[in-house]
T-cell receptor
Framework: QVQLVQSGAEVRKPGSSVKVSCKAS????????ISWVRQAPGQGLAWMGG??????????AQKFQGRVTITRDEPTSTTYMDLSSLRSEDTAMYYC???????FGSGSRTWGQGTLVTVSS | SYVLTQPPSVSVAPGQTATITCKET??????VHWYQQKPGQAPVLVVY???DRPSGIPERFSGSNSGNTATLTISRVEAGDEADYYC???????????FGGGTKLTVL
């Protein structure tokens, strides 16, 4: 059973960027879609975007377009989410999630443990 | 604001049935998934493709989807079911995953 292991908590200053990693442990991503989802304190879930290995081209939510970059490294079964021009409102828990199919339309059965990103001057 | 409309909160006594709705125009034509999230934890998929359950999810969790409303039903509610619940779907018109705003289930 694949598990997703994310990198540790980060603290950044406004205007900077952060890169969060998500590594598949005990397997690979295969051709399953990988999503990044964020959750601000006390708020709901928001899809940021994702990538499907067989297609390679990432898909970004409009809200984050231009600030987020999602990449994958096949040999290490790791995906990365890079968020730039950080502001205080980006303080949130960031999750990676693996769909149960090769499309974002499938439910995500496997989630990372989350990475807390704090943006503060 | 969220495209998928969920009630902010639902309260139910132990042993009773909880019903959580997710509304959007013509949602019945899309596959809806439901997640349970407890405080400090990552979401857990409890229903996928409208009404299927992943392995390990109790039969007490069921789903349906028709017309403008998708529904998550939790039968014989237990204290351990207290959590936030989110609906989710893929909106092909905008090529985006969309989540509902979430519903806090309180077990009285």
């Amino acid at each position: 059973q694949v598990q997703l292991v994310q990198s540790g908590a980060e603290v950044r200053k406004p205007g900077s960027s952060v890169k969060v990693s998500c590594k598949a442990s005990g397997g690979t991503f295969g051709n399953y879609a990988i999503s990044w989802v964020r959750q601000a304190p006390g708020q709901g879930l928001a899809w940021m975007g994702g990538i499907i290995p067989m297609f390679g081209t990432p898909n970004y939510a409009q809200k984050f377009q231009g600030r987020v970059t999602i990449t994958r490294d096949e040999p290490t079964s790791t995906t990365y989410m890079d968020l730039s021009s950080l502001r205080s409102e980006d303080t949130a828990m960031y999750y990676c999630a693996l769909s149960s199919g090769a499309s974002f339309g499938s439910g995500s059965r496997t989630w990372g443990q989350g990475t807390l990103v704090t943006v503060s001057s | 604001s969220y495209v998928l409309t969920q009630p902010p909160s639902v309260s139910v006594a132990p042993g009773q049935t909880a019903t959580i709705t997710c509304k959007e125009t013509n949602i019945g034509s899309k596959s809806v998934h439901w997640y349970q999230q407890k405080p400090g934890q990552a979401p857990v998929l409890v229903v996928y493709d409208d009404s299927d359950r992943p392995s390990g999810i109790p039969e007490r969790f069921s789903g349906s989807n028709s017309g403008n409303t998708a529904t998550l039903t939790i039968s014989r509610v237990e204290a351990g079911d207290e959590a936030d619940y989110y609906c989710q779907l893929w909106d092909s018109s905008i090529d985006h995953v969309v989540f509902g705003g979430g519903t806090k289930l309180t077990v009285l």
